[in-house]
């Protein structure tokens, strides 16, 4: 579903990404941990194009895209790749001038052109699947950080995506309040959605991914299954933010 | 009793003056500023949109267009329209001249106030739009602008109120708006203190009211503005 070859990315002189190769099979969930700077953000933001990488390539579905130094792609060509993906930011970015429900009609009306009330009815679906139905007519600054981000899920699912990507999608919300956004992740991780997630949950990623990745300063680290990670790595690095992470 | 003879005339005098000079503001000042006003506003939101979108001709006819209209006073402007275009053969009438005066000024300030609240709005909403699909002009149309729209609120409702005021410039190319017949009945009866207090009064009755106008719009767009 998703394959990264020799991803590189650097702003100005600073090399952040230095060869990703990856891949994620459909259904499948990839955990991305590692160290503050190692560049798990910007992988992220490559995926869905809001960064362009400097060299490499990324497939996802059946859309490839080759990258050189000034490349140039089309607005459609990059509109039509992002569709592909869903993206659940840490910080939510919920659009405040629209109620709950319009945020999640919002894509599907102007980019999918479904009707108003065919993406209505698809909103209060997934508001209901994350628990949310009786907030449908407020506005975001009116719930809760793990209600918003819940909203933020909901509409990247509208979307139909075929991969979801989080970005620390809990780590601005307060602790009591994590419990219940990791729930609805896990629920979309059984349900056979292919997700990138970005996080600094190690239970999380034991218990739900299929693949960890371990990233350090640009590079992939070390990869594997949660048990080749967690318990059975000898790599140093990997050893050493663990510790850290249990703390 | 000289005393009680001044004071009965004075008194005559404004209240005989009061309904004129009320009407010149009914009939020029209102009119000049709600026409300036909007128009100024069609002008500035074109010229914020010119300056952001990336297309260096338009940027740079956005620029230049703020950089003198906003660099040069406001009198000598309206002075170059009314009294400086006749001599290469384009006469405007007094009004006209006023509107397109005030239009191209207020345009070049508003537009300012406009594009500081499209850039105010944060990084993090482009970002959602174009990871929902949206294009650029998508994210601008359904996301960024009315966010901004709601936080240019307050300050273009403070450029609205001082227009009011400004309008009085207009006197000076001979529109006979509230200031300029106020000048008028104090040229005829020589009781110019008294007769721009009652200016005065007369201007800050139509900017109180537009004051709680701007603080009524304000509240309703209150509601949902982002943090
Ligand atoms: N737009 C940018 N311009 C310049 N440097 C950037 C930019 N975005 C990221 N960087 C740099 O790239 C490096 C990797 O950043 P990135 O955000 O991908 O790390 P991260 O692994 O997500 O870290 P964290 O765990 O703190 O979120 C950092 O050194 C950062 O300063
Ligand atoms: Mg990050």
């Not at chain 1, 628990?131 to 007519?137: K, T």
């Not at chain 1, 075929?162 to 994590?178: N, R």
């Not at chain 2, 503001?25 to 500035?44: D, E, N």
């Amino acid at each position: 579903m998703i394959k990264l070859e020799n991803l590189y990315k650097s702003f100005g002189d600073i090399d952040v990404l230095k060869g990703i190769n990856l891949e994620v099979e459909k259904g499948k969930t990839a955990v991305v941990i590692g160290p503050s700077g190692s560049g798990k953000t910007t992988l992220l933001r490559c995926l869905n194009l809001l960064e362009i990488p400097n060299q490499g390539s990324i497939t996802i579905g059946e859309k490839e895209l080759q990258f050189q130094s000034g490349t140039k792609l089309k607005p459609n060509q990059m509109t039509s790749f992002r569709q592909q993906t869903g993206m659940v930011f840490q910080s939510y970015n919920l659009f405040p001038h629209l109620t709950v429900v319009e945020n999640i009609m919002e894509g599907q009306v102007v980019v999918l052109k479904r009707s108003k009330a065919e993406a209505k009815k698809r909103s209060l679906d997934l508001l209901a699947k994350v628990g949310l139905s009786d907030r449908a007519d407020m506005y975001p600054h009116q719930l809760s950080g793990g209600q918003q981000q819940r909203v933020g899920i909901a509409r990247a699912m509208a979307m139909d995506p075929k991969v979801l990507l989080f970005d620390e999608p809990t780590s601005a919300l307060d602790p009591e309040l994590v419990g219940e956004v990791l729930k609805v992740m896990k629920d979309l991780a059984e349900e056979g959605m292919t997700m990138v997630v970005v996080t600094h949950e190690m239970e999380f990623a034991r218990d739900v991914a299929d693949q960890v990745i371990f990233m350090d300063q640009g590079i992939i680290a070390e990869k594997g299954t949660p048990e080749e990670i967690f318990t059975l790595s000898t790599n140093p690095r990997t050893q050493q933010f663990l510790n850290k992470v249990a703390r | 009793m000289v005393l009680d003879e001044r004071a009965e005339r004075i008194i005559g005098i404004l209240s005989d003056s009061f309904f004129p000079i009320l009407k010149a503001g009914l009939y020029f000042t209102v009119p000049l500023t709600l026409i300036t006003f909007t128009l100024g506003l069609i002008l500035a939101f074109f010229t914020a949109i010119a300056r952001i979108s990336g297309i260096k001709p338009l940027v740079a006819i956005a620029k230049f267009y703020v950089w003198i209209f906003r660099g040069t006073p406001l009198l000598v402007q309206l002075f170059i329209l009314f009294y400086g275009l006749p001599s290469v053969g384009i006469t405007l009438d007094p009004f006209p001249a006023a509107v397109l005066g005030f239009t191209l000024n207020k345009g070049a300030y508003s537009s300012e106030i406009i594009r500081a609240a499209i850039l105010s709005t944060p990084k993090g909403q482009w970002e959602a739009a174009y990871s929902i699909g949206m294009t650029r002009a998508q994210a601008m149309r359904r996301i960024i602008l009315p966010q901004a729209i709601r936080v240019s609120v307050p300050p273009l409702g403070n450029s609205f109120i001082s227009l009011v005021k400004d309008t009085s410039l207009a006197a000076t190319i001979t529109v006979t708006e509230m200031f300029q017949k106020g000048q008028q009945v104090a040229a005829a009866t020589y009781e110019p203190l008294w007769l721009y207090i009652e200016v005065a009064f007369i201007y800050l009755m139509f900017s109180t009211v537009l004051s709680y106008a701007q603080s009524m719009l304000e509240r309703r767009f209150d509601r949902s503005v982002a943090k």
